[in-house]
């Protein structure tokens, strides 16, 4: 099957996608933007920045290890990481 070009693509241009993942904190309640592959979560629960932070000082306090936030957790991401 012949792939139909746009205007865009026939000029030599890229297309790409980009998605915009949006949740309810499973915390807070406050709506956040994350990338789906890196956002820290729980039962597939995506906790926002601030609660993570929040989390990590009292873990800090209590000695225990604080939860990694991947440098991406909260950007958006391309269509080639959701493929
Ligand atoms: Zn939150």
Not at 54 to 64: M, T, Y
Request: glycine fraction near 8%.
């Amino acid at each position: 099957m012949r792939k139909v070009r746009t205007l865009y693509e026939s000029k030599g241009g890229v297309i790409m996608g980009y998605a915009f993942m949006t949740s309810r904190c499973g915390m807070c309640g406050s709506t956040f933007t994350y990338h789906p592959n890196y956002v820290p979560s729980l039962n597939n629960v995506p906790f926002c920045r601030r609660c993570v932070e929040s989390a990590n000082i009292i873990r800090v306090q209590q000695g225990l290890t604080p939860h990694s936030i991947h440098p991406r957790a909260y950007d958006i991401a391309n269509e080639e990481e959701l493929a």
